[in-house]
């Protein structure tokens, strides 16, 4: 593994240098912590497999959306791809330049579509045809033309799990190719004054481990695009989405090699200019979740480790029954039994993992969540009147807070009571 989280040579956990265990005591649990080093890596590392064709990169904001590293990652070059006008502020806000922004998903409200044509983003990627009736409406009363590019739907089944899976007809993304309904709007966009047409767009899923289904989805894209072309259309950007798995079970990195020579096989010198959208390949394996053991408590037949991390920390276990690896933060001891790893939170579906072969963990005593970098901390709520972990990255032998641990008292500030 090329990452920056890993023991050191006396088996403690630690990230860019640090020890999770003392980071844990410094700044309080349950805390997610990055690796500055590892974003840094993971984003040069997927640019510089696509150095046979013209690409821009566009981080993919919402895996991991902290403005500290959304900064971290515009000073290596990255551009944004958002899903909502919060977002947009947010990479705005860490100096990506709007035309470095590729606005996506299937639901922009009016104001949002106005905010973006006012700030200038560089690409919209429309969805429907009511999108688009919208943003050219919007787009004429502002007096400017949006660039706009649509989002196909190729009807392919990325094979990953199916709350993650975008590719399919039976989906809400993109327009479908089939019947001609996308080669018709693409038409009709190029026809309209108040558009710009940027070319088209694709993002299957998230989580692929196998990359059959990109090859698909590109050669579907390249031969509607090509066709396109082919009636004196002009095609300029193919964005060819995000979507690249990770290994969760730690043994490997993502192959950004092997993505990077498939695209080039497929769309060196074919003349379009292509656009990413990674977000978990560069996110997830730069961060971990520590949290305590509260207590250990004998069940019928297995342990529950309780700990101070719950699913409002991080829901990926519960909602897409996804695994994390679980370790000690000290050294490695041997495997005692089966446990299952437990929050507080009042929902049996409240588990960070189920059923791992774990060695005795001593109460008060620190558990890592691994690979926690994307879609962790991002989804984190207030279930249970449990205020937001703290975020921190380590950069350059430094710890700095992204976002500090968030207390009762700043939650029911946000309220009112009527009564
Ligand atoms: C979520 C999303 C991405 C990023 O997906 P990853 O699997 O995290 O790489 C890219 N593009 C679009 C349109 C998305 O919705």
């Known amino acids: 593994m090329m990452n920056d989280i890993l023991r050191d040579a006396s088996g403690h956990l630690t990230i860019s240098g640090m020890r999770a265990d003392e980071l844990a005591a410094q700044y309080g649990t349950p805390l997610y912590v990055y690796s500055g080093e590892g974003f840094v890596r993971s984003f040069t590392t997927f640019t510089k497999s696509l150095s046979e064709v013209d690409a821009r990169v566009h981080y993919a904001v919402k895996a991991n959306s902290a403005i500290g590293i959304l900064s971290l990652l515009a000073s290596c070059g990255a551009g944004a791809d958002i899903v909502s006008g919060g977002e947009m502020r947010r990479a705005l806000a860490a100096g990506i330049p709007a035309d470095k922004i590729v606005f996506s998903g299937v639901g922009k409200t009016d104001d949002e579509i106005r905010a973006a044509l006012g700030e200038g983003v560089g690409q919209i990627n429309a969805e429907s045809a009511a999108e688009i009736a919208h943003i050219s409406a919007i787009a004429n009363a502002m007096n400017l033309q949006a660039p706009v590019a649509l989002r196909v739907n190729v009807n392919v089944d990325p094979g990953s799990h199916k709350k993650i899976s975008t ?69 300029p950007i193919l964005d060819l989405g995000g979507g690249l798995g990770i290994d969760y079970e730690g043994d490997s990195d993502p192959d950004f090699a092997a993505y990077g ?37 004998q069940g019928e037949d297995k342990r529950f480790i309780i700990t101070d991390g719950a699913m409002n920390d991080l829901i990926r276990p519960t909602l897409y029954e996804s695994y994390h690896r679980i370790e000690p933060v000290g050294p490695q001891q041997t495997a005692t039994g089966i446990a299952d790893i437990v929050g507080p939170v009042c929902e049996t579906g409240d588990y960070l993992g189920t059923d791992r072969m774990m060695p005795d963990v001593p109460e008060g005593s620190c558990l890592a969540v691994m690979s926690a970098g994307a879609y962790g901390a991002v989804m984190m709520s207030n279930y249970n009147t449990r205020p937001e972990a703290a975020e921190i990255i380590i950069y350059q032998g430094q710890a700095h807070i992204l976002r500090p641990r968030r207390t009762v008292d700043d939650l029911i500030a946000l309220e009112d009571n009527p009564f």
């Open 167 to 235: 590719g399919q007809r039976s989906t809400k993304f993109g327009i479908p190719v089939e019947d001609g309904e996308a080669a018709h709007l693409y038409r009709e966009i190029c026809a309209n004054p108040h558009i710009i047409p940027r070319g088209l767009a694709v993002h299957i899923g998230s989580q692929l481990r196998n990359l059959a289904p990109f090859e698909m989805a590109y050669q579907a894209l390249l031969e509607i695009a090509d066709s396109l072309r082919a009636e004196g259309l002009d095609v």
């Open 261 to 297: 020579a498939l695209v080039t096989r497929i769309f060196a010198n074919r003349g379009y200019q292509l656009g990413f959208e990674p977000g978990r390949c560069i996110a997830a394996d730069n961060g971990v979740l520590l949290v305590t053991n509260l207590y250990t408590k």
